[in-house]
């Protein structure tokens, strides 16, 4: 069957009266770009033997979840003929887990019972795992900040159970509304990391005082989506209704703040690059 936002062309550039920028590169966070993926570091770091299996591990990962993004996607597009008949069976179940519901009606009709329960079993999965590798990042992280060795039980406990507590008092909270906050973090978190990995891509090839093995003006890898990055985390913050929420007319205020902001920390990194680089010594450049 036909998936009528591709034949027909982007068509629906306005969603409940939010433009398509910044809110598109929020909604589509994960299989984008990821900052949550950026926080299994202290996982990561504890299991890899070589940090070349980095580009495995994360970017490999998000690829995948890309992909997988994309084919539920274009399975909901021709299962319900489009995104009128998609919205339509979610104004039948308002109040309603919409998400589950929709893998739930794809996954019995297309694949049958087996097929259907294997396909739930692995979307079930994917939330669990999330939020277990979130809880033990979360805790490594604390413990890295504040020097605790998590060798012994109760040490693991005093940073545990505070965690549990506060995810336990979000299951209070409306999904939808902590979603979009998590959305929104997840790509702030991701537009930090990249600017991290900008100075630490300009420092190692640096390193020596001249040009390393490094590849040349390699920081520009993650330069240019961090520049991009900072100014969707930025206008959207201002201009989503969780945000700000500034109104149609002054939309164009919440773009000019976000864009002074990403100018200037370009402006920063340069001065700053310039001045690393007329180092002349490795004790200079520490």
């Not at 406990?157 to 008092?169: H, N, R, Y």
């Not at 919440?254 to 200037?264: D, I, K, N, Q, R």
């Amino acid at each position: 069957a036909d998936i009528p936002e591709v034949t027909d062309g982007l068509q629906n550039r306005q969603t409940n009266g939010l433009p398509l920028f910044p809110m598109l590169f929020v909604s589509i966070a994960c299989g984008a770009i990821s900052g949550f993926h950026g926080t299994q570091s202290p996982l990561m770091a504890r299991c890899i033997t070589n940090e070349r299996q980095g580009r495995w591990i994360f970017y490999g990962a998000m690829v995948v979840e890309g992909i997988l993004a994309l084919v539920w996607a274009a399975a909901a597009g021709s299962f319900f003929g489009g995104i009128d008949g998609l919205q339509a069976f979610a104004a039948e179940h308002q109040g309603e887990n919409i998400a589950a519901l929709v893998i739930d009606r794809i996954s019995r009709t297309w694949l049958g019972k087996v097929g259907g329960i294997l396909a739930i079993i692995g979307v079930i999965a994917a939330p669990i795992t999330s939020g277990d590798t979130a809880l033990r990042s979360a805790r490594l992280i604390m413990a890295d900040f504040m020097h605790w060795d998590q060798k012994s039980t109760w040490r693991r406990l005093l940073i545990s159970l505070p965690l549990f507590a506060v995810v336990f008092g979000m299951t209070f909270v409306n999904f939808d509304v902590v979603w979009r906050y998590f959305a929104w973090t997840n790509q702030t978190l991701a537009a930090f990391t990249l600017w991290a990995a900008t100075v630490y891509l300009y420092k190692a090839e640096h390193a020596d005082g001249k040009t390393s093995n490094s590849p040349r003006n390699g920081y520009l890898i993650s330069l240019i989506p961090a520049l991009f990055m900072t100014m969707v985390s930025g206008s959207y913050i201002l201009i989503a209704p969780e945000g700000l929420n500034l109104p149609v007319g002054w939309r164009w205020l919440g773009y000019a703040v976000a864009g002074c902001v990403t100018l200037a920390l370009f402006i920063v990194f340069c001065f700053w690059a310039k001045e690393y680089a007329s180092r002349k010594t490795v004790d200079e450049r520490l």
